[in-house]
């Protein structure tokens, strides 16, 4: 069976086995499901961080794009349109406003992101929570140079952008920071990597750090890493959205792999 062709069964898997959490099976999650995750609620600043995607999905310049990472699977030219690495790279606006109440809600201090692309994720993380500090890692100049740029148009002061390939400047990031209370992994999807992402920022993960993997069935390779951070022994509860997986460490959750809608 191709790569292709797995991924769409797993599709299946998943929309047949998501379901919604009740109440009585575990209230943090409850609330933590249906007053942040599933929340419609609507904050000002989505207009804002929209309105500025609107704007990057009109912008037709071209800029040279170093990728350290697997790639885009649509555009995998090096030379790329604004507009197409905001329609075909960055997170639709579902999964920014889910981390944005998620960060609301959990209030974290330090905040990681893997990944930081044109930006628009790193805008939702940060203006969660004004007095956290974000810490974005991008690999291509060209990208964060933009990023740089969307986050003083939107006033941003809490974000750090480190410019680098997250295999070396991680660790070094790392090395300054107390603890980490939220990552957001959505850089180089592939396994290796994704495992070793993971196991560096688990040292500094508490009780209440929640980690956050964008596109966990992004492929085979992606979807292996997943079943294997799940697994690892600090881990409790972990939830499948299969666009994205959470992952706890309370000690107060059961270890747990739950698959819920999105
Ligand atoms: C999917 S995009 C991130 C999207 C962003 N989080 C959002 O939704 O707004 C992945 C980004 O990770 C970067 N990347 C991939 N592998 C990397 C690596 N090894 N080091 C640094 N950056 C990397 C790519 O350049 C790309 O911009």
């Given at each position: 069976?191709?790569?292709?062709?797995?991924?769409?069964?797993?599709?299946?898997?998943?929309?047949?086995?998501?379901?919604?959490?009740?109440?009585?099976?575990?209230?943090?999650?409850?609330?933590?499901?249906?007053?942040?995750?599933a929340?419609?609620?609507?904050?000002?600043?989505?207009?804002?961080i929209?309105?500025?995607?609107?704007?990057?999905?009109?912008?037709?310049?071209?800029?040279?794009?170093?990728?350290?990472?697997?790639?885009?699977?649509?555009?995998?030219s090096?030379?790329?349109?604004?507009?197409?690495?905001?329609?075909?790279?960055?997170?639709?606006?579902?999964?920014?406003?889910?981390?944005?109440r998620?960060?609301?809600?959990?209030?974290?201090?330090?905040?990681?992101?893997?990944?930081?692309?044109?930006?628009?994720?790193?805008?939702?993380?940060?203006?969660?929570?004004?007095?956290?500090?974000v810490y974005?890692?991008?690999?291509?100049?060209?990208?964060?140079?933009?990023?740089?740029?969307?986050?003083?148009?939107?006033?941003?002061?809490?974000?750090?952008?480190?410019?680098?390939?997250?295999?070396?400047?991680?660790?070094?990031?790392?090395?300054?920071?107390?603890?980490?209370?939220l990552?957001?992994?959505?850089?180089?999807?592939?396994?290796?990597?994704?495992?070793?992402?993971?196991?560096?920022?688990?040292?500094?993960a508490?009780?209440?750090s929640?980690?956050?993997?964008?596109?966990?069935?992004?492929?085979l390779?992606?979807?292996?890493?997943?079943?294997?951070?799940?697994?690892?022994?600090?881990?409790t509860?972990?939830?499948?959205?299969?666009?994205?997986?959470?992952?706890?460490?309370?000690?107060?959750?059961?270890?747990?792999?739950?698959?819920?809608?999105?």
């Open positions: 069976m191709t790569e292709k062709l797995q991924i769409a069964k797993a599709f299946v898997n998943y929309f047949l086995s998501a379901k919604y959490p009740k109440k009585e099976d575990i209230p943090f999650l409850s609330t933590l499901y249906h007053e942040v995750i929340s419609k609620k609507n904050y000002y600043i989505f207009d804002e929209e309105a500025l995607r609107g704007v990057l999905l009109r912008n037709h310049q071209k800029i040279t794009v170093k990728d350290l990472g697997a790639g885009s699977r649509v555009d995998k090096k030379i790329r349109k604004i507009s197409s690495i905001t329609k075909n790279t960055v997170n639709d606006a579902k999964t920014g406003q889910m981390l944005f998620l960060v609301n809600f959990l209030q974290p201090k330090h905040v990681v992101e893997l990944g930081t692309s044109l930006g628009i994720n790193t805008l939702y993380l940060a203006k969660a929570a004004k007095n956290s500090s974005t890692l991008e690999g291509c100049p060209n990208t964060l140079s933009l990023a740089r740029e969307n986050f003083k148009q939107l006033n941003s002061k809490n974000i750090t952008a480190i410019e680098g390939n997250i295999d070396t400047e991680l660790k070094t990031l790392l090395e300054k920071l107390p603890q980490i209370d990552v957001f992994f959505d850089a180089n999807h592939r396994k290796k990597p994704t495992i070793d992402y993971f196991k560096a920022c688990l040292p500094l508490k009780q209440k929640v980690f956050i993997f964008d596109d966990i069935y992004w492929s390779e992606m979807k292996e890493a997943w079943q294997e951070i799940v697994l690892h022994p600090q881990v509860l972990s939830i499948d959205f299969f666009e994205l997986g959470i992952i706890f460490f309370r000690n107060d959750l059961p270890k747990k792999q739950l698959i819920l809608r999105f």
